[in-house]
């Protein structure tokens, strides 16, 4: 079966930095597209951003509001996909979900972890 | 592309059908989910119609236009929670790796089965 499990959420304060980790199992990840997508508690989904797997080149792709600020990455030798957040604010603050793309959709998700910014 | 437009509530008798839209999507390639509190999104429609592997064929979607739509027949208790469609709207190509990926949500529907 396939699991996605992410860690590293926290209590940040604004401008801070954090690392999320999401380890995978079940599929090739190094042939897997992997985004993260987050969720304000109580609000909508936005999808944040996605890596592409290595032998398509590995590229990263942001959505606007956290381009500059967010990086992706990954480790296929430890079935790893990464997320450094930097210049933590306020309107960060959601659950983060890593989730695999399947061509343009996402079939799978993890169970998210949280991130709060507050001073 | 803007957030997707969603009804924020919708409600039906258990055994009934019910549709929920999904306004300003410009690619065929919408996706449903739905969320259970304090779960993660679970994909139940890809591609305006597809339904992944294990998902009942009580759910089903369609597409005209820029509005695409989600019908539940068959009501169950178990249906109820929040559902979300999204549309790809990137160009992306993944056989040659080339493009870039956006992906946008609508706000959700809370779908209560009375």
């Known amino acids: 079966d396939v699991q996605l499990v992410e860690s590293g959420g926290g209590l940040v304060k604004p401008g801070g930095s954090l690392r999320l980790s999401c380890v995978a199992s079940g599929f090739i990840f190094a042939d897997a597209w992997l985004s993260w997508v987050r969720q304000v508690p109580g609000k909508g989904l936005e999808w944040v951003g996605r890596i592409k797997s290595k032998t398509n080149g590995g590229t990263t792709d942001y959505a606007a509001p956290v381009k500059g600020r967010f990086t992706i990455s990954r480790d296929d030798s430890k079935n790893t996909l990464y997320l450094q957040i930097n210049g933590l604010r306020a309107e960060d603050s959601a659950l983060y979900f890593c989730?695999?793309?399947?061509?343009?959709?996402?079939?799978?998700w993890g169970q998210g972890t949280l991130v709060t910014v507050s001073s | 592309q803007s957030a997707l437009t969603q009804p924020p509530s919708a409600s039906g008798s258990a055994g009934q059908s019910v549709t929920i839209s999904c306004t300003g999507t410009s690619s065929d390639y919408v996706s449903w989910y739905q969320q259970h509190p304090g779960k993660a999104p679970k994909l139940i429609i890809f591609e305006v119609n597809k339904r992944p592997s294990g998902v009942p064929d009580r759910f089903s979607g369609s597409k005209s236009g820029s509005t695409a739509s989600l019908t539940v027949s068959g009501l169950q208790a178990g249906d109820e929670g929040i559902f979300y469609c999204s549309s790809y709207a990137g160009n992306d190509n993944w056989l040659f790796g080339t493009g870039s990926s956006n992906w946008v949500f609508g706000g959700g529907t809370k779908l209560t089965v009375v």
């Open positions: 989730a695999t793309n399947a061509l343009f959709h996402f079939d799978y």
